[in-house]
């Protein structure tokens, strides 16, 4: 089974970046499309970016302009780089992937980092 491990999370103020990644590891056939996902306190899971195996992107219009998605196929990682960061921002951001394996694909989070925006 594949593993995401996200790091890079933590405090930065209002205005400052803050660079996610997110490593997979384990058997699979392929890892296809990798994304960002974030959920803060009392909502829901939202989406953020996601970015294809050939490099498509996606952004939630929210932070459009201020997130960048990219992944490096070669160490099976996606990053998400985040600009102008407002309060807003803040949340527990969650890395996901659809990997397939031999039985079928599956949808595959890692355990979360926490982005916290102060103003």
């Known amino acids: 089974q594949v593993q995401l491990v996200e790091s890079g999370g933590g405090l930065v103020q209002a205005g400052g970046s803050l660079r996610l990644s997110c490593a997979a590891s384990?058997?699979?056939?392929?890892?296809?499309?990798m994304g960002w996902y974030r959920q803060a306190p009392g909502k829901q899971r939202e989406l953020v970016a996601t970015?294809?195996?050939?490099?498509?992107?996606n952004y939630a219009d929210s932070v459009k302009g201020r997130f960048t998605i990219s992944r490096d196929n070669a160490k099976n990682t996606v990053y998400l780089q985040m600009n102008s960061l407002k309060p807003e921002d803040t949340a527990v951001y969650y890395c996901?992937?659809?990997?397939?394996?031999?039985?079928?694909?599956?949808?595959?989070w890692g355990q979360g980092t926490q982005v916290t925006v102060s103003s």
């Open positions: 996901n992937a659809d990997v397939t394996y031999y039985y079928g694909s599956r949808a595959t």
């Open positions: 384990g058997s699979r056939i392929s890892i296809n499309g």
């Open positions: 970015i294809t195996s050939g490099g498509s992107t």
